[in-house]
């Protein structure tokens, strides 16, 4: 009989030995569940986790209770309680991150949460842990249009996937590699990065990531004028964020009836919107609208300013999460 199994055998009350391998695998479970999508059970196995592992203190595994329980919060879009627990994790000795860049992300602090993972992207060494780090860093740099370093990172992460061979990181390899190739314009091979990221989510039964996976295809489809498909993709994301209850993701792809009066985009601007998001270059936009190619980036710039964007890429996708060009293209 195994150590382990030893002591889970043992009659009488649990000892503190046995108390911190329970506490361990409830660790370990809070994190399947919480992949599996049922988040209020995950919740409550990583909170039983913090109060089997808090006694006596000092214990390793309680800071990766608490990290578990900042990401379940993160998840669900409750961004303060979050914060909370992300730091008692660092104050335990468990480090916050990839979560709290990620987190400081959907805060809006876009500088912060690149600061922090380009920081923590030069110290993570372990193989698995790494990979976690860099599809963090994938969609923070996108967030921040240094569509550069995601490449570099994706790349990265392409090569990972092929040393470890599990289906799991070949998933997020996938996934970061056509949010990459979207960022660049390529939205045929964007979409089939994506469906494979999708198929592999589905197969491992991981609802949230197969919802990103259905965003993303979504916008690959806007991109390729597949406006039928785009919509059900997004429908589909829609419904999964909302059983989950992904609170900031359902906000993004919510469908609002006022989206474009609420941008206070004008028609000519949702013009030159439209072909921005096709990929289309200023000269190219000038030519197909009979505009000078400076009256193009004056539009452009005004985009810019009322999405409150700083790149093309940035504004392609908030049109499409907001549905801006629907009826346009």
Known sequence: MSR??????????????????????????????????????????????????????????????????????????????????????????????PGLALLRL???????????????????????????????????????????????????????????????????????????????????????ACRTAWTLWRELDVPYEAARACVLIAQACRMLRDNDSADIELEAARRAFEQLGARSDLARVQPSRDARSASGLTARELEVLRLVATGRTNRAISDELGLSEKTVARHISNIFIKLDVSSRAGATAYAFEHRLIESST
């Open 106 to 192: 959907a805060q809006g602090k876009r500088d912060d949460a690149l600061a922090a993972i380009c920081r923590v992207l030069q110290e993570a060494r372990n193989r698995r842990a790494r990979s976690r780090v860099l599809s963090a860093a994938v969609e923070i740099m996108l967030a921040a249009d240094d569509v550069g370093a995601a490449r570099r990172a994706a790349d990265e992460l392409d090569a990972l996937a092929e040393v470890l061979a599990t289906p799991f990181v070949r998933a997020i390899a996938a996934q970061a590699h056509g949010a990459v190739l979207l960022a660049e314009g390529d939205a045929m091979a964007a979409l089939s």
């Open 4 to 97: 382990a199994a030893r002591l889970l055998d043992e009659s009488g009350e649990p000892g503190a030995e046995r108390g911190y391998l329970l506490g361990e695998c409830l660790v370990h479970r809070a994190e399947i569940i919480s992949l599996q999508g049922v988040w209020p059970d995950a919740l409550n196995e990583a909170l039983l986790a913090c109060e089997r592992l808090s006694e006596p203190p000092g214990q390793p595994a309680f800071g990766a209770a608490l990290y578990q329980v900042a990401e379940l919060h993160r998840l669900r879009g409750e961004l303060d309680q979050a914060e909370a627990a992300y730091r008692r994790a660092a104050e335990s000795g468990r480090s916050p991150y």
